[in-house]
T-cell receptor
């Protein structure tokens, strides 16, 4: 099936630092979604992107829909301890919205 | 409270012993789905259902069955579990209107097959 690759796989950062992560696909996506999973819980939607080149913010989070439609980026500014979790990109493969494919995840740990 | 409820949260079983993981949502959502989460592989879709009596395979359906007899329930059935099905399982639902409706996830079921 479709594979979404995320990098980095994991990262340790100091509180207050900015964070960048990305997601790439071998095929085109028409929608990019970013989810966060906190320990012991299911993922929760953070940001949704619907057009190539789109830049969308949600508080300290900013996500971009890549121009090629095969990638997306998530930035977190001024990280805080509650940013800890696993961040997933996701989306329905081009041509259908029934299947929602998730990426491999980026595990973020924040050192106070 | 709007939620997706999975049961049980933890399950340890032996190879070959049939089991069912239940999933129920109270949001009247048309779309429901099952995922498994494994380290380094992210979330992989097992089965999904667009509505009652309509189910389709996801990316990793082998060894699993589902049914959708009622809108609110979407059980995951492992007829003959094997150790490679040891994983963290999530049920999710969303409004059937499509891609701009977020998936709502349950809190997961951690399954161990020995």
């Amino acid at each position: 099936g479709q594979q979404l690759n995320q990098s980095p796989q994991s990262m340790f950062i100091q509180e207050g630092e900015d964070v960048s992560m990305n997601c790439t696909s071998s095929s085109i996506f028409n929608t990019w979604l970013w989810y966060k999973q906190e320990p012991g819980e299911g993922p929760v939607l953070l940001i949704a992107l619907y057009k190539a080149g789109e830049l969308t913010s949600n508080g300290r989070l900013t996500a971009q829909f890549g121009i090629t439609r095969k990638d997306s980026f998530l930035n977190i500014s001024a990280s805080i301890p509650s940013d800890v979790g696993i961040y997933f990109c996701a989306g329905p493969p081009s041509g259908g919205y029934q299947k929602v494919t998730f990426g491999t995840g980026t595990k973020l740990q924040v050192i106070p | 409270e709007a939620q997706v409820t999975q049961n049980p949260r933890y399950l340890i079983t032996v190879t070959g012993k049939k089991l069912t993981v239940t999933c129920s949502q109270n949001m009247n959502h048309e779309y429901m789905s099952w995922y498994r989460q494994d380290p380094g592989l992210g979330l992989r879709q097992i089965y999904y259902s667009m509505n009652v009596e309509v189910t389709d395979k996801g990316d990793v359906p082998e060894g699993y069955k589902v049914s959708r007899k009622e809108k609110r329930n979407f059980p995951l059935i492992l007829e003959s579990p094997s150790p490679n099905q040891t994983s963290l399982y999530f049920c999710a639902s969303r409004d059937g209107q499509g891609y701009n409706s977020p998936l709502h996830f349950g809190n997961g079921t951690r399954l161990t097959v020995t």
